[in-house]
């Protein structure tokens, strides 16, 4: 089955730097890349994600690279603010998701 | 749109007891329903995907008669807890799937003490 390793398991940034979150996955097969915010207690939130037949993504502030022949996909965030210190996961998927150990990210002002 | 929502939020039961948590997808029709589990600090972890009208499919070291799972409708799904123990305590989050949409919608998530 598919397993999903995720590096670092915490990230400390100043504010205004960038945040690089790093994943690889085993199954060839998993064509669905999406990355989670969750905060303490509550449902994970969709930040962006990326299908197999594309190599990058970016949504304002958030970009995602996949590269399928090595099977890693990365997570960038520049800028950041402390509102976004989180809990980050990635996961992959031809069906249900099979998450990264997540990384804890810690934006200081 | 696309949201989902899960009941009970949270629950205290004994040991030995059952407990039912529902899935329902409010605004759309969900062909495929996951259930997850976490533990605190611990990343979320797939038990099992039913599709309506069909059988669970169960993770590898999910046991299926301890977790059962019931997909009755496009808009509900429900995961019973069977003979709960104190390490069957987690947070369980539900999503959902519809069409060929790829995104999944997760449930706000039901936290389970067994006392």
């Known amino acids: 089955g598919e397993n999903v390793e995720q590096h670092p398991s915490t990230l400390s940034v100043q504010e205004g730097d960038s945040a690089v979150i790093k994943c690889t996955y085993s199954?060839?097969?998993?064509?669905?890349f999406p990355w989670y915010k969750q905060e303490l207690g509550k449902r994970p939130q969709l930040i962006i994600d990326?299908?197999?037949?594309?190599g990058e993504k970016k949504d304002q502030r958030i970009a995602v690279t996949l590269n399928k022949t090595a099977k890693h996909f990365s997570l960038h965030i520049t800028e950041t603010q402390p509102e976004d210190s989180a809990v980050y996961f990635c996961?992959?998927?031809?069906?249900?998701?099979?998450f990264g150990t997540g990384t804890r990210l810690q934006v200081f002002p | 749109g696309a949201v989902v929502s899960q009941h009970p939020s949270w629950v205290i039961c004994k040991s030995g007891t059952s407990v039912k948590i529902e899935c329902r997808s409010l605004?759309?029709?969900?062909?495929?329903m996951f259930w997850y589990r976490q533990f605190p600090k611990q990343s979320l972890m797939l038990m099992a995907t039913?599709?309506?009208?069909?059988?669970?499919?169960?993770e590898q070291g999910v046991e299926k008669d301890k977790f059962l799972i019931n997909h009755a409708s496009l808009t509900l799904s429900t995961l019973t807890v069977t003979s709960a123990h104190p390490e069957d305590s987690s947070f369980y989050i539900c999503?959902?799937?519809?069409?060929?949409?790829?995104?999944?919608?997760f449930g706000p998530g039901t936290r389970l003490t067994v006392t």
């Open positions: 039913s599709n309506e009208g069909s059988k669970a499919t169960y």
């Open positions: 199954d060839s097969a998993s064509n669905y």
């Open positions: 605004d759309f029709q969900a062909t495929t």
């Open positions: 996961a992959a998927t031809i069906g249900g998701l099979i």
């Open positions: 999503s959902a799937r519809g069409g060929r949409v790829w995104e999944q919608y």
């Open positions: 990326i299908r197999s037949n594309v």
